[in-house]
């Protein structure tokens, strides 16, 4: 069980270092530092959004528009963040 709680661990720490690259190569993209019509900036971008999507798109139908401002990293942030905190003062479950 310890290895489960630690792999859960792992697949957090991803998932958030994956939305922190996001929403800093956004940040990028937008202010024209980083550009779309480079070919190895634009497959991190694809592939970035590709594999957010799916975890991105339920939390965009609940919130509601906020005109052009995207809250759903932040809100997907704080998720994972409440997870964490809830396995680890969980963690004796595991072991």
Known sequence: ??????ILM?????V???IIAHVIMSWLI?????????DFVRQVWYGLNRILEPI???????L?????????PLVVLIAV???RIILINNAYVFY
């Open 1 to 6: 069980m310890t290895s489960l709680f630690q």
């Open 10 to 14: 792992m697949v957090l720490n991803i």
């Open 16 to 18: 958030w270092f994956i």
């Open 30 to 38: 937008n202010f024209q530092i980083l550009n779309l019509h480079q």
């Open 56 to 62: 991105y798109g339920p939390v965009r139908r609940i």
């Open 64 to 72: 509601p528009p906020m005109g052009g401002l995207d809250l759903a």
């Open 81 to 83: 963040a409440a997870i």
